[in-house]
């Protein structure tokens, strides 16, 4: 079983959904055929470099701190709740982050791929690590064990770019405008952040469908779930 996984490192409803997953497959009954494949969504290219805090960019499209905090702080607390700690949605600076999705992309071709992801979401969001700048992005792939100068220069070639707006636009292709959006071998969509108990039980409806069965005219469709929690692209004030 497969299950494509977009999203982007600064979106919180995507690292709460990485940790989700991850309980999900530990308590799926198949768990050994599952492959988890990482995509790329970048979602804010406009974000200075520099950085810019989420309270700011908040501010700028029209909230004020009690609306950031209303969206942002149960997303922490279902994080708590669900054993990601610490878990910094609201108090953070983010950045774009079209050069760490091709290193996260140069990243698996190191063999490091789902390391790469983990890490980045866990450094960003438990640690309040920058991963914008070049030199961000350098230091974190030395963190990993790639070569600092291979990074770099896989930055400077931008051998990737195309790899990350590949993914990306096959989302969108497939009905997603934000993110975390997941495929769950190619039938199953699933749009928005879910709870563990429904990502298992979606593990569970697409295995069955997975299964040979006797009538071979039988077609099980497309399928989805309802979405919820999700982070949308450019003019959002929530990453």
């Known amino acids: ?24 497959v530990e308590r799926f009954a198949h768990s050994e055929q599952v492959e988890v494949v990482h995509r790329s969504f970048p979602l804010h290219s406009d ?18 701190d ?22 910094n949605a609201l108090d953070r600076t983010l950045g774009p982050t079209g050069q760490l999705h091709e290193m996260l992309a140069f990243a698996t071709e190191q063999g490091k791929h789902s390391e790469a992801w983990h ?31 291979a990074a770099r220069d896989t930055i400077g070639s931008g051998r990737f770019r195309h ?4 993914d990306q636009r096959e989302a969108q292709e497939l009905g997603a405008s934000g993110t975390p959006f997941m495929l769950i071998d190619g039938h199953l969509a699933i ?16 295995w069955a469908a997975a299964q040979p069965v006797d009538f071979a005219s039988m077609e099980t469709g497309g399928m989805s779930l309802p979405d919820d929690g999700v982070c949308l692209p450019g003019s959002s004030p929530i990453a």
């Open 47 to 64: 974000l200075p470099v520099e950085g810019i805090t989420q309270r700011q960019l908040s501010k700028m499209h029209g909230m004020t």
């Open 163 to 166: 790899s990350v707006e590949r």
């Open 66 to 87: 009690a609306d950031t905090e209303s969206v942002l702080r149960p997303i922490e607390l279902m994080a708590e709740r669900d054993g990601l700690q610490p878990y």
């Open 119 to 149: 890490t980045a979401f866990r450094q960003h969001f438990g640690d309040g690590r920058n991963l914008w700048s070049i030199d961000d992005i350098v230091a974190f792939a030395s963190d990993i064990g790639i070569n600092p100068v």
């Open 191 to 206: 749009y928005g952040a879910r709870d563990v108990n429904a990502l298992v039980a979606a593990l569970d409806q697409a």
């Open 1 to 24: 079983m497969r299950i494509d996984f977009w999203s982007d490192i600064i979106c919180p409803w995507c690292g709460l959904m990485e940790h989700r997953l991850t309980l999900a």
